[in-house]
């Protein structure tokens, strides 16, 4: 069975920093593609950020590039996506998703079929 955990959510000043972290079990996590999404109130959950699986090349959308970082820890079973810089715009509720197939990045949600419970992120003053 698999299944993805999600960790440090909260609250945090615009310009300020936040680690999250995805625990995933049942998966491979250096095998498989492993992505980060966020849904913003009113909208469109959106992928921001993804790791391919075996060679671990990253990607970031736009809005996120040279502000967030995403990286694995093999040993671990482990995803981070580190965020600094944080703006009113980042606040949302960021899920981490894999997939049993997928092996390179892709930004299409119902390319992965696993996906963690969800953590809230809000930058306000």
């Known amino acids: 069975q698999v299944q993805l955990v999600e960790s440090g959510g909260g609250l945090v000043q615009p310009g300020g920093s936040l680690r999250l972290s995805c625990t995933v079990s049942?998966?491979?996590?250096?095998?498989?593609?492993i992505g980060w999404f966020r849904q913003a109130p009113g909208k469109e959950r959106e992928g921001i950020s993804c790791?391919?699986?075996?060679?671990?090349?990253?990607y970031y959308r736009p809005s996120v590039k040279g502000r967030f970082t995403i990286s694995r820890d093999n040993a671990k079973s482990t995803v981070y996506l580190q965020m600094s810089g944080l703006k009113a715009e980042d606040t949302a509720v960021y899920y981490c998703?894999?997939?049993?197939?997928?092996?390179?990045?892709?930004?299409?949600?119902?390319?992965?079929?696993?996906w963690g419970q969800g953590a809230q992120v809000t930058v306000s003053s």
């Open positions: 049942g998966l491979t996590v250096g095998y498989y593609a």
């Open positions: 998703a894999a997939s049993d197939w997928l092996r390179v990045c892709s930004w299409g949600r119902n390319d992965y079929n696993f």
């Open positions: 790791i391919s699986g075996s060679d671990g090349i990253t």
